[in-house]
């Protein structure tokens, strides 16, 4: 008898211990982050010791390692975010390249898809993680649940068209920022079930 099973690399991750640094007249200071492997310097930090600080160690030679600082309850809202930054054993440094929204979930390609609402309408944004930079995913989603917006019927040329969303009757568009573009209402089931 054999068994065949897939394996799913998971990246190691370690809690960082957090200290501030001595700030200096030229200087506002900064974070001392470490854990058994290693130790960051973070230079002029939003959040302080306050924050969780998780290091991330990379699966491969091609990814960085990095360093992820989750808000503190006192910074939770609709718009918190999690602070990333690229961490290097090499010269002990970690240096910010973005953040991603906090109510973001990870997915199995390391990428963060977000759907929030606002207005009228609900919204899903992908968000990965290339080199030492955040790349946002074009094009996001959008169900229109309530008003009216400018939908094209392709994505190159052609004439808007008004179209009204309500909740009975949403309407599902590619949204690649200055141009909306029909999409079938399957490709957006999975964002309203959410909210």
């Known amino acids: 008898m054999s068994y065949?099973?897939?394996?799913?690399a998971v990246p190691t991750e370690y809690q960082l211990l957090c200290k501030v640094f001595d700030q200096s007249v030229d200087s506002k200071g900064g974070l001392t982050l470490s854990f058994e492997g290693g130790a960051f310097a973070?230079?002029?930090p939003d959040r302080g010791c306050k924050s969780d600080y998780i290091y991330r160690a990379s699966l491969n030679q091609s990814s960085t390692p990095?360093?992820?600082?989750y808000p503190t309850s006192e910074d939770m809202g609709l718009n918190s975010q999690i602070m990333i930054f690229v961490a290097s054993i090499k010269d002990g440094s970690a240096m910010y390249i973005g953040s991603v929204p906090a109510g973001a979930s990870e997915l199995q390609?390391?990428?963060y898809k977000d759907i929030q609402q606002s207005g009228g309408s609900i919204y899903e944004s992908i968000y990965r993680i290339e080199g030492r930079e955040i790349l946002t995913l074009t094009p996001g989603k959008e169900l229109i649940i309530s008003g009216e917006e400018c939908v094209y019927k392709e994505k190159s040329g052609g004439v808007c068209k008004k179209m009204r969303g309500s909740f009975k009757n949403p309407v599902c568009v590619f949204n690649y920022g200055s141009r909306k573009v029909l999409a079938n209402v399957p490709e957006c089931s999975d964002m309203s079930r959410n909210f």
């Open 66 to 69: 990095l360093i992820f600082s």
């Open 109 to 111: 390609d390391g990428s």
């Open 42 to 44: 973070i230079e002029n």
């Open 4 to 8: 065949i099973g897939l394996v799913v």
